[in-house]
């Protein structure tokens, strides 16, 4: 394998790759990149067992080959090397089968590398009718739900985003048990079969950092147990959790006996000075008044001491409310509402928050309140 190429081409494929590359070390060769040169170009390979991504960068965008072959070279050193190089094309040689010999301008580096046959067969199986997404679309599908997976590895099935696609409506929701947020949208083309799957959330956030914004669309192809995304140059691929996610939409009231319109920026920016006084191992909890056409909204902090903060709002009708709730959770909702103003709704001080968009009625939020009245 011998091969020539401009750095900024292939620093770009490493990047994307490398998103994939395991940190556990358990099995060697997953810590290394792929590199697999045909005659029709080069394609870069790297999985955990968790997400496998594979580039392909065409003949044509190659200085020259030489040679073809096949190599794993270990990810961390190759994409540090790439991107400190100096000059505009790198020389990339496989020497015995067991050295890569990389020059550029005045540096050469000489790294060991692993035989490519070891490394494993990813399996990136395509759908002969996939379904198509807006690049822009899906992106803002996951950026505005990711943030309410959980954590906990307790309930596995709540760490994921679950798409569920019936005819041309695709939604995604997310959920900790403690937050929810909600998505749809319509898709340009019909499925034909109805699709019910829960996919890692961080798997998905990690997807949507090597989305690049053009007009290009985006295929999903789906599988039992794993999902094809395809894009551009790239396969990104994730493993599906196993097990059923819980019918969350039973938790969403369908009418309220209070709804408040306030200034989406003001609201955050109130709420964000409130818990500055707050504590992380309390929930960051903060109290919520509403008198006539004013709410307040104050946190107590016995070691630290107190914040009360005031703002107009409107409401729907005469009745008032106290309630306290998590202030990460409501900013964390605020943040994914573009409008200039956002609808908080309430029942009472047990019964879901809801948070919607004026402008947006694809979206939904909700928190749960917590009981100190």
Do not use: W
């Not at 016995?302 to 703002?311: D, F, N, R, S, T």
Request: negative net charge.
């Amino acid at each position: 394998m011998k091969f020539s190429i401009k750095k900024e081409i292939l620093f770009q494929s490493l990047n994307s790759v490398s998103k994939a590359l395991s940190t556990k070390n358990l099995i060697p060769i997953l810590s290394g990149i792929k590199f697999n040169l045909t005659n029709n170009g080069l394609f870069l390979s790297a999985s955990d067992n968790d997400i496998s991504i594979e580039s392909f960068i065409d003949k044509d965008d190659l200085e020259k080959i030489d040679s073809i072959g096949c190599t794993v070279i270990q990810g961390k050193y190759i994409l540090e090397i790439i991107k400190k190089l100096e000059g505009r094309v790198i020389n990339i040689e496989l020497l015995d089968g067991i050295k890569v010999l990389i020059s550029c301008g005045n540096s050469e580096f000489n790294l060991n590398c692993m035989d490519g046959n070891e490394f494993p067969n990813l399996n990136l199986e395509e759908k002969k009718e996939p379904i198509i997404l807006k690049k822009e679309e899906f992106k803002n599908l996951i950026n505005k739900t990711s943030f309410a997976v959980s954590t906990q590895e307790t309930r596995p099935i709540l760490t994921g985003i679950n798409f569920k696609i019936n005819g041309n409506n695709l939604e995604c929701i997310a959920t900790d048990s403690y937050r929810l947020a909600k998505k749809h949208i319509t898709l340009n083309n019909k499925v034909n079969e109805d699709v019910n799957i829960v996919i890692p959330g961080k798997n998905l956030i990690e997807l949507t950092k090597i989305i690049e914004d053009n007009e290009n669309n985006i295929e999903m192809h789906v599988f039992n147990n794993k999902v094809l995304f395809k894009f551009d140059n790239i396969l990104f691929q994730t493993r599906v959790l196993s097990g059923t996610f819980p019918d969350v939409n039973r938790l969403i009231p369908g009418s309220f006996e209070l709804s408040i319109k306030a200034n989406t920026n003001e609201l955050y920016n109130v709420i964000d000075r409130a818990s500055l006084l707050t504590s992380e191992k309390d929930k960051n909890i903060i109290k919520f008044e509403c008198e006539d056409n004013e709410v307040i909204i104050s946190s107590n902090s016995p070691e630290i001491g107190k914040v009360e903060e005031k703002m107009s709002i409107e409401k729907n009708n005469e009745n008032n409310i106290k309630i306290a709730f998590s202030s990460r959770f409501m900013m964390d909702a605020l943040k994914t509402i573009e409008s200039k103003n956002v609808s908080v709704n309430f029942n009472n001080d047990v019964q879901p928050i809801i948070i919607l968009d004026e402008d947006d009625n694809t979206l939904l939020q909700l928190i749960l309140p917590i009981k100190t009245y």
